[in-house]
């Protein structure tokens, strides 16, 4: 009996000791976060009380710009913002090997070891991590002309999903059909993709032209609403009944029609071996150049610009706003759409509402944090996936929690916003620069 | 009585004022009159605690005080209206009336309104309290401005060209009310530039010039003419060459143009005037008085009212109405308009983009193809630059970085490499300085030379009287009679600006 | 295809349960989007508002020796609070401060929060459970947290099955008193006319001496706080307890589409939550096939989808979101 109570009692002191630790865990991470964060404000607030002295020009007060004067960057030299952004990633970098080396007690080197070995572990790992980064990264190109246009379009999510959920549909019903001409089958798909994508982003784009409707509540909305009808599909078309699983479509084993439908995943399989998502790369490379050369060097991609630089000088341009947007937004859902298509055909080859994975929110921040940039958003889709597929394998290698690799994720994209403040801030110390020089003009 | 001392603020080497030394009493309507620039907004910010000076002191009832926000502008009894309310439009009157003042924790909105009902009264405004404020007019708006500032307790309101959004009766009103809380011993600020408001409503007269007080006076012993010379100046001579105009050809005829702006005032009443090819036409006028309405109208940017006409008579073909057509249509009818506006990263250009970039957004759509070609847009900015000698690090540099004069030279350089036709500016040399001003009287001349019909709104009379071939007045949205710059003198136009009337002049 | 049952007491208490837990999310976004923020991290949010209550009452239920139904409630509170205060904490300073875009430190936030629960969650489970424990129950908080006036609700018949029924706590009372006083906060009182004020026009509200940037942080504290809430009601009270990974569902969406549909108003919220809670758990009790019960999911949205678009079409200026909502204000500005 007493022995009894004593290890029970022993039990609850160790429980209790566990919970702790988590408990002191978890504070130490917040009170990292809290004091990286206080810090850069109160550095910032310093620089510009000392600034706001400085700074009373009537004009400056008339040509005050907007908050989403991104574009101040350029006044930054490159590895100004580089030097930046790479030593804010590092301090979260630490923090991320801090966090999980206090959760699971590895060491770093065990924990850096992981991490790669999850990502370049095998071929398997590395193909899924090219593949993952890219398909991060064509949505982030799909948001790049919405936002440039000021568009808030957090819709992608659900574009991505009817863009999936169309093209397996076509797969399912079309495939009897078109079996032998599995090319033609291949643009049905396609064209079914982005349609669909392009459906869930007209209405939204058509009510803010006319009539202002909030885009982005409305987008937001429309992701539930695809959600909830990939659920619907997924159901309807399951393959036992009650499991909500539509299997593999067209299925090696068992299906009439094996791998019609499905992306060639041997593409030159004498240089990247079998199994390689080459064409899938290719295809969003593509989509990606073709955009970079959209933005760059079209008057449509200037239009485009133009609008998000500023509505009035647009119509002063004679630029019809109404249609840039609408086409624009157009545009932005197909590749959407696009994308889904890329998952069910090239990836899943099944259809699931998870099978947007989020891709649709993290774009957000890559197109965001990366400034339109596509190499910065090819580095930040790369990091984000990297980091995320690490925490898994460290999930199962070192039994850390899978969840952590959201939350991981989640503080490495805080310490991205904490640095393009930084960035931001920077053009404002610029701007002395400036004055000297017209102080120099002047006199002269 | 406030008294301020040698107050003085500069902008960079910019004097906005100097040794401003004035006196301001209780039971008085003093009137800060003076150009635009003239420093008068400038100088009653400083009261108002926008704007901390950098030399002088202010002092209240002989002691000094230190005013370094509006709160503590407001403590020290200080209120300013501003031309810009500063209203949330969705609360009601009494709500924005109370906004911040934190009397209690909860509101007692039936005894506010009574409160407001009682300031209303006392001094002659009449506003309903439980109106929200996105139904008022602009008119009520002010009404309620300054009944937030007396519920606030102020002793001294400032009011910054407060006529400017008002219609004759209107103004009239405020002047009824303004005279009242004069009676009841509240010291009233106005700045303006328009005279006979000055001459109507005021006690004591300060003059300020290139923001210096040029004279103080008291009002009975001020008249129009003796005003407009002390807000002038002397006539400077200025070195600008007036080539003699060429064979004319009419190219925009304006008939019964008018315009309404979103509150429904009218700010272009029946306007007619015709514009020549080879001329430069003069537009004075103190800003506001519709100028900005009457060149956007003519852009095809402007919703005008039924019965205007716009006509322009294009080189090649017959002649095109204009009215009631877009920017995009205008453009496709092959007419070279060039628009220099008056708020040039809002509607001219685009801050975030280079000179380049900018520069095409007159080239971009010249030829049906899919891809832009930057390559003659980079030739024009280079030019720009070299001719105009614009100051940026490059041409892809973001015009929003540059200063304001530079920005302005991007302007007016793609506009006139645009081969305009017609060639409209508003204040084209806005913080230009000297020598870059001089550059773009001559660019103007050349425009006409070359046989453009050019449109010069200006603020400078001087520059006006040198370069124009014929002068038009706007004044509260009605335009006089085309003047002869050689025999119309400074202060004649200055009369007209200020709401004379023409007969007057010509006896 | 319509049944009966929708028409059953077990129905109205699911809706009640499930529209509660809305109700709180909706009312706490609703005060952050008065003060011009649109806080797309209120999923995440309230999943750390959930892991909150669940890790207080479990910290308490393996320490205490004498189990007190108030102090383990108040430990549940105390870390839910704690748990919402440090994911609003964070989107205050990246949002007001560092003036980071308002919809990707949401969406990372929704990231980090729902995360950061199921973390938590597994952790727990593993401590409770050894090695695979997949979920974490916390039955007697939450018998606590559902307590109730045995002769209210088991004596009066129908009437207190339906309104005063055994699964509801006290919470459910709080969550509806909450709503009338922040109506009442927002009509009536001062301070809450100084926030309306700063989420319509900071400008404004600065020249009418209003600290902008306190009113910003306090709004978003207090909010996230509330929204919390939500999820430490939907623990204990609709999942009775147990937590697994990704308890909360949708809910948070829902929280943030149902502040569109009820226009930003508290009261107008309760129905509204009460609608939405209908319409979540409907399909149970329609004999829908469980295809059709997703199409009915997706009625909330749909509906929030046509509020917008009416109150954009109708233009009503009290029915538009707040004007500086998703702006940054910079006071240099003025």
């Known amino acids: 009996m007493i022995l009894s109570s004593v290890v029970d009692q022993y039990f609850r ?432 | 009585m406030f008294e301020l001392k040698n107050l003085s603020k500069y902008f960079g080497e910019v004097v906005a004022n100097e040794d401003i030394s004035l006196t301001i009493n209780e039971g008085e309507i003093l009137a800060l009159l003076g150009e635009n620039g003239s420093g008068k907004t400038t100088l009653m910010n400083m009261l108002a605690g926008l704007y901390y000076p950098d030399r002088g002191q202010i002092f209240l009832n002989g002691e000094e005080i230190v005013i370094k926000s509006p709160k503590d502008a407001s403590s020290y009894g200080i209120g300013m209206i501003h031309q810009h309310f500063k209203l949330v439009d969705l609360l009601t009157a009494a709500e924005n009336v109370i906004l911040g003042l934190n009397k209690g924790f909860f509101l007692d909105m039936e005894k506010v309104e009574q409160e407001i009902k009682e300031v209303g009264e006392m001094y002659g405004f009449d506003i309903d309290p439980k109106k929200k404020v996105y139904n008022m007019t602009v008119s009520e708006k002010q009404s309620l401005e300054i009944i937030k500032v007396l519920y606030r307790g102020a002793n001294l309101l400032i009011l910054d060209e407060p006529t400017a959004v008002l219609t004759p009766q209107e103004t009239k009103q405020l002047f009824k ?226 200063s304001g004069g530079n920005v302005q030279k991007v302007l007016v350089g793609r506009e006139i490499a645009n081969n305009p036709i017609v060639f409209m500016t508003a204040y084209a040399v806005r913080g230009l300085d000297i020598n870059t001003s001089y550059v ?68 | 295809m319509l049944a009966i049952e929708i028409f059953s007491v077990s129905f109205f208490v699911a809706m009640v349960l499930n529209g509660i837990t809305l109700l709180f999310g909706c009312l706490g976004e609703t005060i952050i989007e008065k003060a011009g923020h649109l806080n797309l991290g209120i999923p995440g949010i309230m999943y750390l508002g959930g892991i909150g209550a669940i890790l207080g009452a479990f910290i308490y239920e393996s320490n205490a020796t004498n189990f007190n139904g108030f102090l383990a409630i108040l430990c549940a509170l105390f870390f839910c609070i704690l748990m919402s205060g440090l994911g609003a904490c964070i989107y205050a300073v990246l949002t007001v401060s560092l003036r980071a875009n308002q919809n990707v430190t949401g969406l990372a936030l929704t990231t980090f929060g729902v995360g950061l629960a199921n973390f938590l969650g597994g952790s727990l489970g593993k401590l409770a459970q050894g090695g695979s424990g997949l979920f974490v129950s916390v039955k007697e908080t939450s018998d606590a947290f559902t307590f109730y006036i045995p002769w209210l609700s088991e004596k009066t018949g129908l009437f207190g099955k339906l309104f005063f029924n055994s699964s509801y706590g006290f919470l459910t009372f709080v969550a509806l008193i909450l709503a009338v006083l922040v109506h009442i906060f927002f009509k009536k009182t001062s301070i809450g006319l100084n926030l309306k004020a700063v989420g319509e026009n900071p400008q404004a509200a600065d020249a009418a001496g209003i600290n902008v940037t306190k009113y910003k942080y306090v709004a978003i504290m207090v909010g996230g706080i509330i929204a919390g809430l939500g999820g430490c009601y939907f623990v204990m009270n609709y999942l009775k307890g147990v937590w697994q990974h990704g308890a909360l569902g949708d809910a948070g969406w829902l929280a943030v589409a149902l502040v569109i549909f009820s226009l930003w108003r508290p009261l107008r919220s309760i129905w509204g939550a009460f609608l939405f809670g209908a319409l979540t758990v409907a399909y149970n009790y329609l004999h829908a096939s469980t295809s059709q019960q997703e199409i009915l999911k997706m009625l909330p949205y749909l509906v929030t989808i046509i509020v917008l678009i009416v109150t954009s079409l109708n233009k009503r200026r009290e029915d538009q979101p707040p004007r500086s909502l998703g702006l940054h204000y910079f006071r240099e500005e003025r």
């Open chain 2, 177 to 402: 009310a303004l005279r009242k809380l004069k009676e009841r011993g509240k010291a009233i600020v106005l700045i303006t530039h328009k005279m006979n408001e000055v001459l109507g409503v005021s006690d004591s007269i300060a003059v300020l010039r290139k923001g210096k007080l040029v004279k103080r006076l008291a009002t009975k012993d001020a008249n129009e003419l003796m005003l407009a010379e002390l807000m002038v100046g002397e006539k400077v001579s200025l070195n600008i060459k007036r080539s003699k105009v060429k064979d004319p050809v009419l190219r925009l005829e304006i008939r019964d143009l008018s315009v309404k702006n979103q509150y429904g005032k009218m700010v272009l009443d029946n306007v007619s005037f015709d514009a020549y090819g080879g001329e430069i036409l003069g537009i004075a006028g103190i800003s506001g008085s519709g100028q900005k309405e009457l060149l956007e109208a003519i852009a095809g940017l402007q919703g005008t009212q039924k019965g205007s006409d716009i006509t322009y008579y294009h080189p090649k073909h017959n002649e095109i109405k204009l009215i009631g057509k877009s920017p995009f249509q205008i453009k496709r009818l092959g007419i070279s308009l060039s628009f220099v506006p008056e708020d040039r990263l809002g509607m001219g250009l685009v801050g975030s983009m280079g000179m380049v970039d900018n520069v095409l957004l007159r080239t971009y759509d010249e030829t049906p193809n899919f891809y832009k070609n930057r390559k003659r847009a980079k030739k024009i900015a280079k030019a720009i630059k070299e001719e105009l000698a614009v100051s940026t690090p490059s041409e892809e540099t973001a015009v929003q970085t540059l």
């Open chain 1, 13 to 444: 002191l160790e429980r209790y000791a566990k919970i702790l630790k988590v408990l002191a865990q978890i504070f130490i991470v917040v009170a990292i976060i809290a004091v990286c964060v206080l810090g850069a404000y109160l550095l910032v607030n310093l620089i510009r009380s000392r600034q706001k002295r400085k700074q009373e020009d009537p004009e400056e007060k008339n040509t005050k710009i907007p908050l989403f004067r991104i574009t101040k960057q350029k006044e930054l030299k490159f590895w100004q913002k580089l030097i930046i952004r790479v030593g804010i990633f590092l301090v979260g970098f630490a923090l991320y090997m801090m966090i999980i080396n206090l959760i699971t007690g590895a060491s770093n080197a065990q924990i850096l070891s992981t991490l790669f070995k999850g990502n370049f572990g095998s071929s398997i790992n590395i193909w899924a991590l090219l593949r993952n980064t890219f398909l991060l990264f064509g949505v982030g190109v799909a948001l790049i002309p919405v936002f440039k246009m000021r568009f808030w379009n957090i819709g992608a999510e659900g574009q991505i999903l009817v863009g999936g959920l169309a093209t397996f549909a076509i797969m399912k019903y079309l495939t009897p059909a078109f079996h032998n001409m599995q090319f033609l089958l291949f643009i049905i798909m396609f064209l079914g993709g982005i349609l669909a994508g392009m459906l869930w982003g007209i209405f939204p784009a058509l009510f803010k032209a006319k009539f202002g409707t909030n885009e982005t509540l409305f987008t937001l909305m429309m992701n539930y609403i695809a959600i909830q009808l990939v659920r619907y599909f997924c159901i309807k078309w399951e393959k036992v009944p009650g499991s909500g699983d539509v299997g593999i479509i067209n299925n090696v084993f068992g299906s009439e029609y094996p791998k019609v439908g499905w992306i060639p995943n041997n593409f030159l399989s004498s240089i990247f071996g079998s199994g390689n998502y080459v064409l899938l790369l290719l295809l969003v490379g593509v989509v990606a150049l073709a955009m970079y050369v959209y933005m760059k060097y079209t008057k449509q991609g200037y239009e485009i610009k133009v609008v998000g630089g500023s509505v009035n000088t647009a119509n002063y341009a004679a630029i019809d706003v109404e249609k840039v947007t609408i086409r624009t937004v157009l545009i932005s859902s197909a590749i959407c759409g696009f994308v889904g298509m890329l998952i069910v055909a090239g990836v899943d080859h099944s259809l699931s509402p998870n099978l947007a994975a989020g891709r649709g929110f993290t774009a957000i921040t890559v197109t965001w944090l990366g400034n339109f940039n596509m190499g910065f958003m090819l580095i930040i889709s790369a990091l984000l996936t990297f980091f995320s597929a690490g925490a898994k394998r460290l999930a199962s290698d070192i039994s850390l929690n899978a969840s952590m690799s959201d939350v991981l994720i989640g503080i490495l994209i805080f310490f991205i916003l904490i640095s393009e403040f930084f960035i931001r801030y920077k053009v404002i110390i610029n701007r002395k620069k400036k004055d000297k020089e017209e102080l120099a003009n002047a006199s002269n």
């Open chain 2, 440 to 507: 773009i009287y001559d660019i103007l001349n050349k425009q006409k030379e070359a046989g453009v019909a050019v449109i010069y709104v200006g603020e400078d009379l001087d520059v006006l009287l040198a370069l124009s071939d014929k002068i038009l007045v706007l004044s509260n949205g009605k335009i006089s009679k085309p003047l002869d710059p050689k025999k119309v003198t400074k202060e004649e136009i200055g009369l007209l600006m200020t709401n004379k009337i023409e007969e007057e002049l010509e006896k």
